[in-house]
């Protein structure tokens, strides 16, 4: 079983950027998705194996999806960070081109301070 591994949360100030880390690459397809207390889990940001991108309206302008893969890392820049990007951030990752995820990451805390 794959199992992606994130790094880079932390708390930061209203304001601020921080760049999450995840393990993976050659994927079809791989995303960042985030769930805040008593909310349901959602997309934040998508990338294809062609570097072809996609952003939720709320962090469109801020946030950043990029992949390395000669080190076999996708990173998400976050900046002008807002209290409501409090989360855990989660990296997937898709085999194929449907079918959903397949992989998941256990999570990384974000807290945002205003």
């Known amino acids: 079983q794959v199992q992606l591994v994130e790094s880079g949360g932390g708390s930061v100030q209203a304001g601020g950027s921080l760049r999450l880390s995840c393990a993976a690459s050659?994927?079809?397809?791989m995303g960042w998705f985030r769930q805040a207390p008593g909310k349901e889990r959602e997309g934040v940001a998508t990338?294809?194996?062609?570097?072809?991108?996609s952003y939720a309206d709320s962090v469109k302008g801020r946030f950043t999806i990029s992949q390395d893969n000669a080190k076999n890392t996708l990173y998400l820049q976050m900046n002008s960070l807002k209290s409501d990007d409090t989360a855990t951030y989660y990296c997937?990752?898709?085999?194929?081109?449907?079918?959903?995820?397949?992989?998941w990451g256990q999570g990384t805390q974000v807290t945002v301070s205003s």
């Open positions: 050659g994927y079809a397809c």
């Open positions: 990338i294809a194996r062609d570097g072809s991108t």
């Open positions: 997937a990752a898709m085999k194929n081109g449907a079918g959903g995820y397949n992989y």
